[in-house]
């Protein structure tokens, strides 16, 4: 096989309004109903460097290989990486055999992970490329979900490296980017959802359980009032999960049985990729944010029912990264109500 194959074409995704839209707020999803995704590249490098980082070339003398990048680095970013890779690292062994790389500089993170770095896995198993070893950098030790998430693929190997440690591979096979993180190949994402649904064996029939993902343990982003709908939530028969408190494994189970799931923006809302055709998604948004679409995008991919609920009006400028939000009660029972009927 030569260098640089094309694995998947360039394709362009058509994608269905949210369930609720209203007219005044399609300019929070306009840029994301027509999306073009750009095509996917297969490389397989032979005697290829692999940094802790992530970061792979195809010597030590040459650049950085340009898909250990999410998007083009800008020079300041790449400068770093080079320093980092070159004079950060110590060289520990060569390895024999067909080594994967599924990771980028931007896999950090539940929902990288599940969003950008497994369909890369998925693709290489669905196009029968085998390997020997997948190559995990250092960041994965400190994921508890990342081994558990793997286990349904049967890797054959996972080398995971050690903070600045370099190794060569005899062989190394990388792929770009399935998809601008954010976007997604619906015939990937739908893949993976299978896997994970049959190896858990997640019920086909109709699910019956209504899931509100909160995020008053999570560091940041949380529902000021929460408290205040907790009764609301209750009330329409929700259970109220914490995503922190559970076992990949727990996640997977609850939100893939889950016939409604409803959250704040956030990592926990990267399960609904577990959950079944049909089911519905509601997202709390943050208000004037047309940016942050990954999960609309996502159900969308995965044939779920999207809804979305803004937050209130702040006096203050918000950060949808790190700013909490309120949310109006009155908004809230309104759209449970609308979800039942």
């Known amino acids: 096989m030569q260098p640089k194959n094309k694995l998947y074409s360039e394709t362009t995704l058509f994608r269905r309004w949210p369930k609720n839209i209203e007219e005044q707020d399609k300019y929070l999803f306009s840029k994301e109903i027509q999306k073009v995704i750009p095509e996917t590249n297969l ?5 290829a460097w692999v940094s802790s980082y992530g970061y792979f070339k195809k010597t030590i003398f040459t650049s950085i290989h ?3 990048f999410n998007a083009k680095p800008s020079w300041k970013e790449k400068l770093k990486a080079e320093i980092k890779f070159n004079f950060k690292h110590h060289t520990k062994e ?9 990771c980028d500089n931007f896999s950090n993170g539940y929902f990288h992970w599940f969003a950008d770095a497994l ?3 998925y693709a290489i198993q669905e196009n029968n490329i085998p390997f020997d070893i997948l190559l995990l950098p250092s960041y994965c030790k400190n994921e508890a979900y990342i081994r558990p998430s ?3 693929f049967s ?3 996972i080398y995971l490296l050690e903070e600045k440690e370099r190794v060569q591979a005899q062989q190394l096979i990388t792929l770009s980017a399935l998809a601008p993180t954010g976007n997604y190949r619906p015939e990937i994402m739908q893949g993976i959802r299978e896997i994970y649904r049959s190896y858990f064996q997640l019920q086909n029939k109709s699910p019956t359980a209504k899931i509100y993902i909160s995020r008053a343990k999570a560091a940041r982003r949380k529902i000021n009032n929460e408290q205040e709908l907790i009764p609301i939530f209750k009330k329409h028969g929700y259970e109220i999960a914490y995503m922190e408190e559970l076992s990949f494994e727990n996640q997977v189970r609850i939100v893939g049985n889950a016939k409604i799931v409803i959250s704040l923006h956030g990592a926990g809302l990267t399960n609904i990729l577990f959950m079944a055709p049909g089911a519905k998604v509601v997202e709390i948004r943050f208000p004037g944010d047309q940016h942050n679409n990954c999960y609309f995008s996502l159900a969308d991919a995965l044939d779920l029912e999207y809804y979305y609920l803004i937050g209130e009006e702040s006096a203050k400028k ?5 700013d909490n939000i309120t949310v ?9 109500s609308k979800l039942e009927s």
């Open 66 to 68: 340009s898909f250990s």
């Open 43 to 47: 490389d397989i490098i032979p005697d």
């Open 155 to 157: 890797i054959p190997s």
């Open 328 to 336: 109006s009660p009155f908004k809230l029972e309104s759209l449970l």
């Open 318 to 322: 918000i950060n949808p990264h790190t």
């Open 94 to 102: 060569k390895l024999s055999g067909r080594a994967l790389v599924i």
């Open 150 to 152: 793997l286990i349904p």
């Open 119 to 121: 369909p890369r896995l």
